[in-house]
């Protein structure tokens, strides 16, 4: 989930089973959401995408799903790899006049063999 | 490889210093972008370009100056270091503003681990 502190929230797996690293989003208008991978001493690489009336979309091994309701998506990756380490984060985009994009502090995930 | 591309990828400044940050697309991007990220939080926009020649204020522009001369460079420039400015540098370009699905290409560079002492 997000981060309120100096720490990221780490989420640990063991290699082979599912991950699900949760993101809460703040505008209900945003149109559109991205996940993205940062692996340590790089920058962040996009992962998947989903657009506000979607509610499911699925990737190789990764699945996004999201709940507007309660503004809250989640990325699923199935059968983590020790590849799959790193940290993760959300971005949502707000799109008009007002068009930004805005991101998450992010999770990290340790994968245990 | 096509990208983008950041130098230097570490530097340390003593406080009232100053350097700049290079930050080259072979993309052809119209729009470029400089973020900090800091321990705890999400990436934070400092400066943005909609295109060559010009240059706008993101959520952090205190303390920081921007110039984009060339289409494919952006240049991120600190006049006088402070302490406060220790974080993580990317640099961030697009074909489209804050376009950022898949096809839109908004990529970011690696990144500029800075250290002001």
């Known amino acids: 989930g997000e981060s309120v502190g100096l720490h990221l929230p780490t989420l640990s797996v063991q290699e082979g089973d599912n991950s699900i690293i949760n993101c809460a989003y703040s505008?209900?208008?945003?149109?559109?959401f991205i996940w993205y991978k940062q692996e340590s001493g790089k920058g962040p690489q996009f992962i998947i995408d989903?657009?506000?009336?979607?509610d499911k979309r699925q990737g190789q091994r990764v699945t996004v799903l999201l709940n507007k309701t309660v503004k809250h998506l989640s990325l699923q990756i199935a059968a983590t790899q020790p590849g799959d380490s790193a940290v993760y984060f959300c971005?949502?985009?707000?799109?008009?006049?007002?068009?930004?994009?805005?991101f998450g502090t992010g999770t990290r995930l340790q994968v245990t063999l | 490889n096509a990208g983008v591309t950041q130098t230097p990828k570490f530097r340390v400044l003593k406080t009232g210093q100053s350097m700049t940050l290079l930050c080259a697309q072979d993309?052809?991007?119209?729009?470029m972008y400089w973020y900090r990220q800091d321990p705890g939080m999400g990436l934070r926009l400092i400066h943005y370009?909609?295109?060559?020649?010009?240059?706008a204020k993101g959520e952090v522009p205190d303390g920081y100056n921007v110039s984009r001369l060339k289409k494919q460079n952006f240049l991120l420039g600190l006049e006088s270091a402070a302490p406060s400015q220790t974080s993580v540098y990317f640099c961030?370009?697009?074909?489209?503003?804050?376009?950022?699905?898949?096809?839109?290409?908004?990529?970011f560079g690696s990144g500029t681990r800075l250290t002001v002492v």
């Open positions: 989903i657009r506000s009336n979607m």
């Open positions: 505008n209900s208008a945003s149109d559109y």
């Open positions: 961030a370009s697009s074909y489209f503003l804050w376009a950022a699905l898949a096809n839109y290409g908004y990529t």
């Open positions: 971005a949502e985009h707000l799109t008009g006049t007002a068009s930004k994009l805005t």
């Open positions: 993309m052809n991007h119209e729009y």
């Open positions: 370009s909609v295109g060559e020649g010009t240059t």
